[in-house]
């Protein structure tokens, strides 16, 4: 099984700093690419960053110049660093990876490739 755990969020000031970490894990072969979305109340889900495997970021108009968003492929990590915050960016934020999973049954190994989500973490920016 395959897990994506996020932790670091919490409550931040308007123009203060939180930091955001998803880390993958289970039976992976390989990630491509990793990304943050977020979701407001009543709100659709949007993206707000993704980083390729071989570490080109992706921004949203909204977080350039504030968020930095990065990875270590060696610890199956991404990670979103939140400077400047806004009060907008209040919202619950989900980690993403597209990767490629096996199963060993009856010892024949099978891949399915397809798009992970972790379970979202609250990000509430005060005014």
């Known amino acids: 099984q395959v897990q994506l755990v996020e932790s670091g969020g919490g409550l931040g000031q308007a123009g203060g700093s939180l930091r955001l970490s998803c880390a993958a894990s289970?039976?992976?072969?390989?990630?491509?690419?990793m990304g943050w979305y977020r979701q407001a109340p009543g709100k659709q889900r949007d993206l707000v960053a993704t980083?390729?495997?071989?570490?080109?970021?992706h921004y949203t108009d909204a977080v350039k110049g504030r968020f930095t968003i990065s990875r270590d492929n060696a610890k199956n990590t991404v990670i979103l660093q939140m400077n400047s915050l806004k009060p907008e960016g209040t919202a619950v934020y989900y980690c993403?990876?597209?990767?490629?999973?096996?199963?060993?049954?009856?010892?024949?190994?099978?891949?399915?490739?397809?798009?992970?989500w972790g379970q979202g973490t609250q990000v509430t920016v005060s005014s």
């Open positions: 993403t990876a597209e990767l490629t999973a096996y199963r060993d049954i009856n010892d024949v190994f099978h891949f399915n490739r397809s798009q992970y």
């Open positions: 980083i390729t495997s071989d570490g080109t970021p």
């Open positions: 289970g039976s992976i072969l390989s990630i491509g690419d």
